[in-house]
Every structure is written in C-alpha cells, then in structure tokens.
Nanobody, 125 residues
Framework: VQLQASGGGLVQAGESLRLSCVVS????????TAWFRQAPGKEREFVAG????????YYADSVQGRFTISRVNTENTVYLQMNSLKPEDTAVYYC???????????????????WGQGTLVTVSS
C-alpha cells in the first residue's frame, strides 16, 4: 500500500484548506485511514480517522467541528477538509493506514502500517 498526501499550503487564520491522500497498491489491505500532524518540536498527533466503508469517523478534540474527514473509494482518496484554521494547526500533515480492522479507530501512530510523505500546512495569524 502506498499513500500520497497533497494539498498543503500557506493560508491565513480563519481560511480553509483541503488535503488529499491517494491510496494505491493493495488498497484492500487499507482498513482505516487517518490523518496525523507534527508541528516543529512536538510529537506526531492524531487528527482524524475514517474506516474503509466511511460509516465511522473519529476526530481529535482540537479539530472537532472544524475538520471533516471523508473518502471516495472509487477514487481511492481520503480527504481532510480543514475550516477555520488557526495558527496552532500549523504542522506537517501525514496520512496513514492500517491493515487490521480495529473495532475503534486507533489514535496511536504506532498502530498504522503505511504512511504518506507529508504535506506542510502553515497558518499565519
């Protein structure tokens, strides 16, 4: 499984961005896809996750109500719509997927087997 993240950029506080993660290869092995982010000097943190069918989603408290994760399986793409961006959202954003169908969407980065290369989001104040 390979993941390719894109869509990052420089925006002002309050604006929006949409990130894309294209999943290729043996996509049948990708049960859950999630977005993580890592700000300079900080640990990588969970942002949002979605199961392969799209019926279950989970968000970090810090982005609940502002970010929306979705997927279009016919395009093998997972999206992260980010609205009302804040300077503290500045980070490199990564998409990742698991090969196991966990009952709950895991938030630990060590759970995920495949990772994309990351896309930088910078929010200016």
């Amino acid at each position: 499984v390979q993941l390719q993240a894109s869509g990052g950029g420089l925006v002002q506080a309050g604006e929006s961005l949409r990130l894309s993660c294209v999943v290729s290869g043996r996509t049948v092995n990708s049960y859950i896809t999630a977005w993580f982010r890592q700000a300079p000097g900080k640990e990588r943190e969970f942002v949002a996750g979605i199961v392969r069918t799209g019926v279950r989603k989970y968000y970090a408290d810090s982005v609940q109500g502002r970010f929306t994760i979705s997927r279009v399986n016919t395009e093998n793409t997972v999206y992260l719509q980010m609205n009302s961006l804040k300077p503290e959202d500045t980070a490199v954003y990564y998409c990742a997927s698991t090969i196991r169908p966990y009952g709950q969407i895991p938030t630990s980065s060590s759970t995920y087997n495949y990772w994309g290369q990351g896309t930088l989001v910078t929010v200016s104040s």
